[in-house]
């Protein structure tokens, strides 16, 4: 059997996508590769696909929660 593939020398091939050489050239990513980076502990871009609404949906909420923390915050801390 014969692989075209050189596993051995691939040094990109088992390492973290953001340690990878193609990865970062200060290129602007989108909220889907952002949160699989996230998710993943850097390991996959594209885990969450290539539509833009769910990571639309994980920036949202995440927002949601600080909101709700800041107004949980201001409402029900106040000393009577």
Do not use: C, H, Y
């Amino acid at each position: 059997m014969n692989a075209d593939l050189n596993i051995i020398n691939n040094k990109d091939l088992f390492s973290p996508v953001v340690f990878r050489s193609d990865f970062n050239n200060f290129e602007a990513i989108n909220a889907n590769q952002a949160w699989s980076l996230f998710f993943t502990a850097g390991k996959e871009d594209k885990e969450l696909g290539f539509e833009p609404e769910i990571g639309r949906f994980f920036t949202n909420l995440l927002i949601a929660v600080g909101v709700t923390g800041i107004i949980w915050g201001l409402f029900f801390t106040q000393v009577r």
